[in-house]
């Protein structure tokens, strides 16, 4: 009997055994199992974003508590692919969603050629070879004006006024008494030597006289006139010396004038000249005897013009050189001051082209932001060329088939901007060597945190960084002089020691060497 009650008991205990080892195993099916621990991806500083490090800690610039990020919250961004150090200081992420608000929209970098126009706006002038000044060349008074005037077209020899001088009395008297001894002396071929001296003598002296009352301003058919009719003439004519427009008048009548008083000014406006403002980079593409297409607005005049030979001069009013054209004026369509089209035909080599829209201009800098993938853009100095038809040529920072924003680049330039104004970065950043972050380099050079070191100038976020850099430089550049762990393990005979400040691997002898050992 008792041993029926103890093998029941048994019986019992075990039956107890197996539902319960049932029912746990119904449990477990039913429960979900428990999630996967979140994968970190780095540790990084709330206030700070770009700093990041491998382990927890604290942030050498803010002293905050570093606080993980997690694979499953970086947005798709593959690490492995765009680790955050190929990433520089502005850099920034924006999502699809949040690129269509905004219209941004990304094309690749292209390789183009092609002719195009440069258009630049002239300046007719009257050409300076073919202006001539009339100067009172003794002293007198107008007697009388001609109805010619300021604008007034005149031909050459033309009479424009007549003007009284007493100096002229003894020049005329002196030509007509050279003129009365040679018709005295009549040549016949029969003369002595001696007649012939001195007929040879009348005749100079006869040149000479004409001479004087031409230096002082008598005209030649005036002076022609007196020797035919052999009469002194009291006024004494002004004419004009080419064909051409009065462009300045200064005589009426009556009019008391000194010697050297400019009287008339007449341009030959028949080749003018064309005074053309350029920019520096464009004074390649005006070389000396290329032909212009001048237009005038409006008016559908049009004429060639010619480059000229003649350096371009700087004005530095507008900052720009002032090249040269000259042009024939048939029917004067083209006055003087009158502003002009001018177009030149440039064909241009091949070269890598960007939208216009694309670069962001500072004033100092030029920027294009790249297009790392997965909504990444990076921002990048670039070095521009020539500009036409909404593209721009650049020379330095980019490469065929990089993607790049060509619509809503300022929003993203703000973007940028924002977040490194958040982050501390203003101006041209570099590394911390230390803490690996983004230091503002005017910002430390100005605080003094700085260090040269081998020949390169290194800076740092803070005091802190730049104390322990400098008593250890070989320490924080890797792939110099710095130890690892791993190359410990890989030669046996190399010793590292481990910094207690920042977790590093250092070599004992060189900071031994450097001061740095304690």
């Given at each position: ?36 621990e ?16 491998d ?40 999502d ?30 009257a ?19 001609r109805?010619?005037?300021t ?22 008297q ?32 006869l040149?000479?006289y ?44 009556g009019?008391r004038?000194?010697?050297?008083d ?15 403002d ?23 005049t ?43 035909p ?98 430390a ?9 081998m ?14 850099f ?32 920042c ?16």
């Amino acid at each position: 009997m008792k041993s029926a009650k103890i093998a029941a008991l048994a019986i019992a205990l075990i039956a107890a055994f197996l539902a319960g080892a049932w029912y746990n195993q119904r449990n477990a099916k039913d429960t979900p199992s428990a999630p996967d621990e979140r994968k970190i991806l780095h540790y990084s500083c709330p206030m700070h974003p770009q700093y990041t490090s491998d382990r927890i800690g604290d942030c050498p610039s803010c002293g905050m508590r570093l606080v993980p990020v997690y694979a499953d919250d970086a947005d798709g961004f593959d690490a492995a692919e765009h680790p955050s150090s190929d990433l520089p200081a502005g850099s920034l992420h924006v999502d699809l969603e949040k690129q269509q608000v905004i219209g941004v929209q990304v094309a690749p970098v292209e390789r183009a050629s092609g002719a195009r126009n440069l258009r630049t706006v002239g300046r007719v002038a009257a050409d300076e070879t073919r202006i001539y000044i009339i100067n009172a060349t003794v002293d007198g008074w107008i007697t009388s004006t001609r109805s010619s005037a300021t604008g007034s077209y005149v031909k050459k020899d033309e009479t424009l006024a007549s003007f009284y001088s007493p100096e002229f009395l003894s020049a005329g008297q002196a030509l007509l008494f050279a003129l009365s001894s040679i018709d005295r002396v009549q040549p016949t071929g029969k003369e002595n030597p001696a007649q012939k001296d001195q007929i040879a003598q009348f005749n100079i002296n006869l040149q000479q006289y004409k001479d004087s009352l031409r230096n002082l301003g008598m005209g030649q058919l005036q002076i022609d006139e007196m020797i035919r009719t052999r009469k002194y003439m009291e006024n004494v004519d002004i004419t004009s010396p080419a064909d051409g427009f009065i462009i300045a008048r200064k005589v009426s009548n009556g009019l008391r004038f000194a010697k050297g008083d400019e009287m008339y000014r007449i341009a030959d406006l028949s080749h003018v000249w064309i005074l053309v403002d350029v920019f520096e980079q464009e004074e390649k593409y005006l070389r000396s005897g290329d032909r212009v297409r001048v237009t005038v607005p409006n008016q559908g005049t049009e004429v060639t013009a010619r480059v000229t030979n003649v350096l371009p001069q700087f004005d530095p009013d507008s900052r720009t050189l002032k090249v040269r054209l000259e042009a024939d004026n048939p029917g004067f369509r083209l006055r003087p001051d009158m502003f002009v089209d001018v177009t030149l035909p440039v064909t241009e080599p091949s070269a890598i082209v960007v939208p216009s829209e694309a670069v962001i201009d500072t004033g100092i800098k030029k920027r294009v932001f790249v297009d790392r993938g997965n909504g990444y853009f990076e921002p990048r100095d670039v070095e521009t060329g020539w500009r036409f038809g909404g593209r721009v040529e650049i020379l330095k920072g980019l490469m065929e088939g990089e993607r790049i924003v060509v619509s809503g680049t300022f929003l993203v330039d703000s973007e940028s901007r924002m977040k490194a104004a958040a982050s501390g970065i203003y101006g041209e950043s570099a590394k911390d060597p230390v803490c690996g972050m983004d230091v503002d380099v005017g910002k430390a050079e100005a605080a003094g945190r700085k260090f040269d070191y081998m020949g390169k100038t290194y800076y740092f976020c803070c005091d802190d960084c730049k104390m322990k850099f400098r008593a250890n430089p070989a320490a924080y550049l890797k792939g110099k002089s710095g130890m690892t762990q791993s190359m410990a393990q890989s030669n046996p005979k190399i010793s590292v020691a481990r910094d207690p400040v920042c977790g590093m691997d250092v070599d004992p002898a060189e900071a031994k060497a450097a001061g740095a050992a304690t």
